[in-house]
């Protein structure tokens, strides 16, 4: 019994010592960055792709599938960039199955979260740019909350926006602010109402645009059918059935005077 407790005393002892403070000191820090790029390709190990064989075959043919393709490689960046126009514009072109006319769209660039490369769009290039469970939704806006919603993207530096918006922002950046804004060549009428596309995770006030919390009349199904990415393959699967390559530009949308 004696030796039992001198042992549990002893090993207590260990793991109060080992638990001390240290007295490191950090000297520096340093890092790497490592490319994984077509080098890796060059001496494949042999049993490591065996062992992987079935299971690309079947990511392969879940991902494989061209759902149409692009003209030109496409990013997405503020204030306005090509990737993100083209998704705002697809929510507005995807209304027309929940019997919606929305006037504007908006995407926020934080959900945009890959690239598109010119050629093919594959199922799996779609899942890499809307990888969340965001859905489309519907909403009314006064034209009053529609300037609050303009200048809360103004301030963020700009956000993804449908054909028709012309916002002028300006400011250092980090602090830009709203100078202008109209819509379809039209000055914006407060008292009047605008009907919006977005996704339901803006909807609820996120990303800094709390003025669609505000809205009413709103739509916002919850069916995985929804899904922004089902919409995206949808238009691009549209489009390559009758023989279009899918194109987007800057085009003005959101003007950045940098000050």
């Known amino acids: ?27 520096g820090i340093d890092r790497s ?69 929305p006037v504007l769209g908006v995407y926020n660039m934080g959900g945009i979260r890959a690239d598109l490369t010119k050629g093919n769009v594959t199922y799996g290039d779609v899942l890499d740019i809307a990888p969340f469970e965001n859905k489309i939704c519907f909403v009314t806006l006064t034209g009053e909350q529609l300037m609050k919603l303009f200048s809360q993207i103004a301030v963020r530096g700009g956000e993804g926006v449908s054909s028709g918006v012309q916002l002028t922002i300006e400011g250092p950046e980090g602090k830009t602010r709203l100078v202008s804004a109209r819509l379809h060549g039209k000055e914006i009428d407060p008292k009047a109402e605008y009907r919006v596309t977005t996704i339901n995770y803006l909807l609820e006030g996120n990303d800094g645009m709390s003025a669609f919390c505000e809205g009413t009349e709103v739509v916002a199904p919850n069916d995985p059918s929804n899904n922004t990415r089902f919409l995206i393959m949808n238009y691009f699967r549209d489009s390559h059935s009758r023989g279009e390559v899918v194109d987007s530009k800057v085009e003005g949308r959101i003007v950045y005077i940098k000050k």
Not at 1 to 8: A, G, K, V
Not at 15 to 27: F, I, T, W
Not at 81 to 93: E, K, M
Request: hydrophobic residues 45%; glycine residues 4%.
């Open 1 to 27: 019994m004696n030796i039992r407790l001198f042992s549990l005393g002893s090993l207590a002892l260990l793991m109060m010592a080992s638990c001390a403070p240290k007295h490191y000191r950090l000297v």
């Open 33 to 101: 960055r490592i490319i994984i790029d077509s080098r890796y390709d060059q001496n494949p190990d042999q049993k490591a792709a065996e062992f992987l064989a079935p299971f690309k075959r079947v990511n392969d043919s879940i991902m494989g599938p061209v759902m149409g393709t692009v003209a030109h490689n496409m990013h997405a960046e503020r204030p306005e960039s090509d990737l993100s126009n083209l998704l705002a514009d697809i929510l507005v072109w995807a209304a027309r199955d929940y019997g919606e006319t």
